[in-house]
């Protein structure tokens, strides 16, 4: 009996790994309206630009959230290759309350981020399954490359290791696209980089004739 049970145990375990995200996966599609009313799509197609989804499952981890928004924008500024999400998971929230959770949460929030935030009402269960969710009081975050495949995951309290290691992870990055970058580039392009077949400089008028006076 106990060695059944284990057993169980057993598959129960590799199941729940199996559904668990790691780096190299892409994001399954996950989809609501944010703050400002609008319809979203994450990952969204967009090659030339990275994306940090921050998971937020309860009113607690708020706060977390807000700790990893505020230093991604801080450290990364507005012309970043960098776009932080914040995706709220609301589900568990009854529904004769969601419109009040919906407007503190507005309350907290400056408006500007209100357009890359995504509000979701459906699926709590399976992505907590997807992201390891083991404390909802912390927020989980997702580092994603342009193709909406995941580079990075990190769970619990923010904390700037935690960071660093999101920030570790953007650098290599970073220039894994220059390399492909530069792999793609036709070869002219290359050349003009690195600076040759530039144009001989012209001569002055005065220079032209003292060389047509000493070749004469």
Do not use: H
């Amino acid at each position: 009996m106990i060695r059944l049970l284990l057993i169980q145990l057993s598959i129960l375990t590799m199941a729940l790994a199996a559904d668990q995200l790691r780096p190299g996966d892409m994001l399954p599609t996950l989809s609501g309206k944010t703050l400002s009313g609008k319809q979203a799509e994450l990952p969204a197609a967009d090659k030339d630009s990275n994306r940090a989804v921050v998971f937020s499952f309860s009113k607690a981890a708020g706060a977390d959230s807000r700790l990893w928004n505020e230093r991604l924008e801080k450290e990364n500024g507005s012309g970043s290759p960098v776009v932080s999400y914040t995706v709220i998971m609301l589900e568990a929230v009854p529904r004769l309350i969601r419109g009040m959770a919906v407007s503190g949460i507005k309350g907290g929030m400056p408006q500007a981020r209100w357009d890359r935030t995504i509000l979701s009402y459906k699926d709590e269960d399976s992505w907590k399954k997807r992201l390891g969710v083991s404390a909802d009081k912390y927020s989980y975050v997702v580092l994603l490359d342009g193709g909406g495949r995941i580079c990075w995951l990190g769970s619990g309290p923010f904390t700037d290791s935690g960071y660093a290691g999101l920030k570790d992870a953007l650098s290599r990055l970073r220039q894994s696209a220059i390399s492909e970058r530069i792999r793609n580039a036709p070869a002219w392009r290359l050349r003009q980089s690195a600076g040759w077949n530039r144009p001989a400089p012209a001569r002055s008028p005065r220079n032209a004739t003292l060389f047509r006076s000493s070749g004469g």
